[in-house]
C-alpha cells in the first residue's frame, strides 16, 4: 500500500531517525565548526553528502545504522583532512577552494574576468548597490569570492593596507598580477 506499509516499518524509520540524527549531530560537534560552513563549492558538497547519508539511513532499509555511523565519519574526516591541508598547502587551498576573482577595479569592469566568472556587469551594479554604495566612483574593486559571494571595496586612502592582497587582478593582456 502507498500510504501505509507497516507499524513496524514506521518505528524503525523513526528509532534510526533519531539515532542517525544523534551520531550525526555528535560527530559534527566533534570535528568542529569549521565541517558545516558553506565556505566553497567544496564544503557544499560535503554539506549535502551529509544529508544524503542521513536520508539514506532513515529511508533504506538496506543500510544500517552502524554503516551509516561509518559513512559520516569517513565524510566528516575527508573533510578534516583536506581543510586541513588546505589551510597548510597553498596549492591544495588553490585546488580545493579556488581564488577570489576581481571583477571591477577603479572605475574599470575587467572583461575577461566576467566572462571566465559569467558573470555580468549587471550583476555588479547590483552587488554595489546592495553594498549600500551608490556610485562607481566610490568602489575600488568588486570581488567574486570563493563562495559565490561579492565583495564591494570602498575606495581607501593611500596609507591604508587594502584587503585586496590576496586578489589577483588581470592586466592589460589579462596575465595575472597581483594588485
Do not use: C
Not at 572583461?111 to 554604495?133: D, F, M, N, W, Y
Request: proline share 2%; net charge positive; aromatic share 8%.
Amino acid at each position: 500500500m502507498i500510504l501505509f506499509d507497516s507499524w513496524q516499518a514506521i518505528w524503525r524509520t523513526g528509532i534510526l531517525g533519531v539515532l542517525a540524527y544523534a551520531s550525526l549531530v555528535l560527530l559534527l560537534r566533534i570535528s568542529g565548526r569549521r565541517t558545516l560552513s558553506k565556505m566553497n563549492a567544496f564544503d557544499l558538497v560535503v554539506t549535502v553528502a551529509l544529508g544524503s547519508t542521513l536520508a539514506s539511513v532513515i529511508l533504506s532499509k538496506s543500510v544500517t545504522l552502524s554503516q551509516g555511523v561509518v559513512a559520516f565519519g569517513l565524510l566528516i574526516g575527508m573533510q578534516f583532512v583536506v581543510t586541513w591541508t588546505s589551510v597548510r598547502v597553498r596549492w591544495v587551498r588553490r585546488l580545493v577552494t579556488g581564488e577570489p576573482a576581481l571583477l571591477f577595479y577603479r572605475g574599470d569592469y575587467l572583461s575577461q574576468a566576467l566572462k571566465h566568472a559569467r558573470v555580468t556587469e549587471a550583476e555588479i551594479r547590483a552587488a554595489i548597490r546592495a553594498s549600500g554604495v551608490s556610485t562607481l566612483g566610490e568602489v575600488e574593486a568588486v570581488v567574486l569570492e570563493t563562495d559565490g559571494s561579492f565583495s564591494v571595496v570602498q575606495r581607501r586612502a593611500d596609507d591604508e593596507a587594502s584587503s585586496l592582497s590576496d586578489v589577483v587582478r588581470p592586466g592589460p593582456h589579462e596575465a595575472p598580477r597581483h594588485v
